[in-house]
Structure formats: structure tokens, C-alpha cells
């Protein structure tokens, strides 16, 4: 089964900084999700991303499948991005739309 | 804006009691999951569907947990007794077949 470690656990940053979290994955998958939780609880799919790189406004993600590995990017930090930005990977080799192993989270605090 | 939506939002219950959530996936997706997000924890698989048929249940306790898909439009995850390390946020996702998962606002569940 695949494990998921991400990093930073938390990471507080001044408004503009630019942002990166961290995701290692134990077991080669074919697609790696990065998900967002805001303090309401509620859980947004960011991207879902199989190789290369994926753009979305200010937040960009990356992946290398070789090295097992994702980053989360965020350019020009704002207070409204802060939340908790969860890595997710599919619990068994080769899973797609299949049932996601967590990280434990970045709790993200961007100050103004 | 279709959105995955489950009932009921918060549920107090003693420890003995039967809890039942209910899920309603987006019309279209052919995948179900059920998730349990806890402080210790964090984001846990419990059980997944497709097709209305279940693929992996093995992150419920079977003794006292069990998920079924009655029709396309309705998951249901019922806990028989409940114990107070039940008290979670279970959230319900759906998606396509090898594509993102849309997250539901989940159900918080404090049994006392």
C-alpha cells in the first residue's frame, strides 16, 4: 500500500512569498492529487496530475513520476490561500480513479 | 453546479446508538468513496464503490461498519453500534473513472 509524506507540516509566510510544499509517494501510481482544505472543513480538488507540470491561476503543481515525487507551488501569497493543502496518491500501484492514501497535510498561514 | 451532498451535516449519538450517513454522488459519476478525517488520524479510506458494486472495504471495521450503494443516486455508510472513537468528519466523494474526486461537506459525527 503507498505511503504519502508531505513537507512542510506547517509553514507560515509573509503575503507575496512564494510557496512550496513537498510530496513523496512509496508505490508508482498513475495520477497524484493535491487537494485544499479550508478552515470550514469543506475539501477541493486543486489538480489531479499524471506527469509534467499543471497550471491553475497562482498555484501550479509539478510531478516526477521516476523520483516519486510532487510540489505544490504558490506564486504571489495571499491571506485567502491560507488552508491545508493535502497530497493524495492512489493507495495500490496503478490506481486511477481508485482509493487515495492521505498525506497528513501542510497547514498553511499566509500574513498580510 | 452539480455537488456531491450528504445528510446529515452534524450528528450527536450515545455510544450504542446505530448512525446512519447518506451520500448523494454527482449524477453521472461511476465512483463512490467514503472517507473519515480525524485530528489523530487524518484523511483514512474506508470503502469504495463502482458501478454501484464495492471494489474495497478494507479500512472499515467490519464488525460494526457497513457501506452499501442501494441505487446510483444514494451511498449509504451505517455504524452499528457506535463507539465514541467513531467522532470523525466522514466525507463522501465521487468521480469518474480515472478522474478527480469532487468531495462532499461531509458529515461531523461526535458520539458521546
Known amino acids: 500500500k503507498n505511503e504519502v509524506e508531505q513537507s512542510p507540516q506547517n509553514l507560515t509566510a509573509q503575503e507575496g512569498e512564494f510557496i512550496t510544499i513537498n510530496c513523496s509517494y512509496s508505490?508508482?501510481?498513475?495520477?497524484l492529487h493535491w487537494l485544499q482544505q479550508h478552515p470550514g472543513g469543506g475539501i477541493v480538488s486543486l489538480f489531479m496530475l499524471s506527469s509534467g507540470k499543471k497550471k491553475h491561476g497562482r498555484l501550479i503543481a509539478t510531478i516526477n513520476i521516476q523520483e516519486k515525487h510532487s510540489s505544490l507551488h504558490i506564486t504571489a501569497s495571499h491571506p485567502r490561500d491560507s488552508a491545508v493543502y493535502i497530497c493524495?496518491?492512489?493507495?495500490?500501484?496503478?490506481?486511477?480513479?481508485?482509493?487515495?492514501?492521505f498525506g497528513k497535510g501542510t497547514h498553511l498561514i499566509i500574513q498580510p | 453546479d452539480a455537488r456531491v451532498t450528504q445528510t446529515p451535516r452534524h450528528k450527536v449519538t450515545e455510544m450504542g446508538q446505530e448512525v446512519t450517513m447518506r451520500c448523494q454522488p454527482i449524477l453521472g459519476h461511476n465512483t463512490v468513496f467514503w472517507y473519515r478525517q480525524t485530528m489523530m488520524q487524518g484523511l483514512e479510506l474506508l470503502a469504495y464503490?463502482?458501478?454501484?458494486?464495492?471494489?474495497?472495504d478494507s479500512g472499515m471495521p467490519k464488525d460494526r461498519f457497513s457501506a452499501e450503494m442501494p441505487d446510483a443516486t444514494l451511498a449509504t455508510l451505517k455504524i452499528q453500534p457506535s463507539e465514541p472513537r467513531d467522532s470523525a468528519v466522514y466525507f463522501c466523494?465521487?468521480?469518474?473513472?480515472?478522474?478527480?474526486?469532487?468531495f462532499g461537506p461531509g458529515t461531523r459525527l461526535t458520539v458521546t
Open positions: 508505490v508508482g501510481i498513475s495520477a
Open positions: 493524495a496518491a492512489p493507495s495500490f500501484s496503478g490506481g486511477g480513479a481508485d482509493g487515495l492514501t
Open positions: 464503490f463502482r458501478n454501484r458494486a464495492p471494489l474495497d
Open positions: 466523494a465521487s468521480g469518474p473513472l480515472k478522474g478527480e474526486q469532487y
